[in-house]
């Protein structure tokens, strides 16, 4: 999963380490902010990945996301255009959009299974390329009135 933090010139230098290249442009408030995020694929077929669920969410899109508290990578944002019930392995019925806050680390602590394909991901800084994941757990906080 993740291997190691990212760092800029000077980040990379207070630790004593070398900079990933992660630098944003100056003035930066932000410090290091990694752009280009790979994820190895798994072995799971996306059909896999829903057929495993007794009763779950699919979630196709999700619209944005904005940081809560960057040091516990706390996250909050919107599903959109494509979130679906799932009972017994299959899709059952169309969820209205949701709001969620959730911790990264969180997520990725509960992964239970990693998609084979992955895809391209423009963001609105940098892109990911991220396979589909099964995670046991995501904290959904509310949900559209439509």
Request: charged share 20%.
């Amino acid at each position: 999963m993740c291997r190691d933090v990212v760092y800029d010139s000077q980040t990379a230098a207070r630790a004593g380490r070398t900079s990933t290249g992660h630098g944003l442009p100056a003035p930066n408030p932000y410090g290091p902010f990694p752009l280009n995020m790979f994820m190895a694929p798994g072995d799971a077929a996306r059909d896999d990945l829903i057929g495993g669920l007794e009763r779950g969410l699919l979630v196709t899109r999700f619209h944005y996301t904005n940081p809560v508290h960057p040091k516990l990578a706390l996250i909050t944002g919107m599903t959109r255009d494509g979130t679906f019930l799932v009972e017994d392995g299959k899709v059952v019925a169309p969820v209205r959009n949701l709001r969620y806050t959730q911790s990264y680390l969180d997520a990725l602590a509960g992964i239970e299974a990693i998609g084979r394909d992955r895809k391209t991901l423009r963001g609105f800084l940098g892109g990911a390329v991220v396979p589909a994941l099964r995670i046991a757990g995501w904290t959904f906080t509310g949900a559209t009135e439509h």
